[in-house]
């Protein structure tokens, strides 16, 4: 029996006062449903606060009961902190309190830290950001740099995956955050399946802008839908702007414009985006050659495919192929930073 079926990874979500209860049971949908071939669970989730087991207070009309205290924190393998409300001098100095300074000392050092929206303040006053980008809320980034002048803050992006230490924007953001973190520990096969299952997107890139100016299209206006859905079935083919355009009967221009209000990002982005997801499916669960896999996925050649992974992942195709075949992705494969 391998170590993921004695020990699987360990997720530990600091619950603490204030909390948004849709933020908080982001992890647990996520990390919860991946399994492998024979059924196991890949990860173990579960909810501390920073005092022993007992109520947790919420934003809603509700409290909370956490089974665990601060303690269980030293055996996680990845800290998830979701946002509050209720942070207190955290949000207004920048400073920890007594108890949250005792809580987090039970981190082990190389423990995997991720945050949602303002869950990264938690991150932030205990320095674990300290010169590194992050993401928070777009509404409340320019307070997050004002406390925190040391840290990079990204407002526009979905996320920041800085490698040991991810933060994510709000709500859904963390959604993205959670299955980035199942697809960059066992590939995208299972973050998909996961996806599926919680009827999400399968993936939205970390440097996706986090608010698009049209999301819900005026009834009296035409949509980018037909013309994503078409070039999604033609990724293997040479796709030129002006022939998604005509899939709408519309100028180069209005639909460059319009599929940037709809989507948050370019055309010619969300085309690289979408190959390079067909690629690492291909890599994955195909013995297909590298150089088909490039010409399947619509990069043409295989140098092209090695730039664009070299750009979006930080490694070559090989070596993606290597990682989750061999089972290693959360030890081997954590380099990538992914940002606008």
Known sequence: ?????LHPHR????ALDGLLPFELGIPHRIFGRPKDAEG?????????????????????????HV???????????????????????????????D???????HI?????????????????????????????????????????????VDADVLFVDDGDVLTSAGVAAGIDLCLHIVRRDHGTAIANEVARRTVVPPHRD???????????????????????????????????????????????????????????????QWLTQQRVERARHLLESTDLSVDQVARDAGFGTAQSMRQHLQA??????????????????AERYCGVGVTR
């Open 67 to 97: 089974p665990h205290g601060p303690e269980v924190l030293a055996t996680a393998d990845t800290v998830v902190v979701p946002a509050s409300y209720e942070l207190g001098p955290v949000f207004d100095e920048g400073v920890l309190t």
């Open 108 to 152: 082990r050092p190389g423990t995997r830290l991720a945050a949602i929206c303002t869950g990264g303040y938690v991150l932030a006053a205990a320095g674990y950001l300290d010169g590194r980008p992050a993401a928070t809320h777009w509404a409340d980034a320019e307070r997050f740099q004002r406390v925190f002048p040391r840290i990079k």
């Open 206 to 268: 970390g440097g996706q802008a986090q608010y698009i100016h049209r999301p819900v299209p005026d009834p009296q206006l035409a949509t980018t839908t037909a013309a994503r859905a078409w070039a999604l079935g033609r990724l293997h083919e040479p796709i030129q702007l002006r022939d998604m355009a005509e899939q709408e009967s519309m100028s180069v221009r209005t639909f460059t414009r319009r599929f940037r209000e709809e989507v948050g990002i370019s055309p010619g």
């Open 11 to 14: 997720v530990v979500v600091l």
């Open 40 to 64: 196991r669970h890949l990860y173990e989730v579960l909810t501390c606060s920073i005092r022993p087991p007992g109520p947790v207070e919420t934003d809603a009309d509700f409290h909370i």
């Open 312 to 329: 979006a992942l930080g490694v070559t195709p090989t070596a993606y192929r290597r990682t989750f075949r061999s089972g290693g992705g």
């Open 1 to 5: 029996m391998d170590r993921t079926a």
């Open 99 to 105: 108890e949250l300074a005792a809580a987090l000392a």
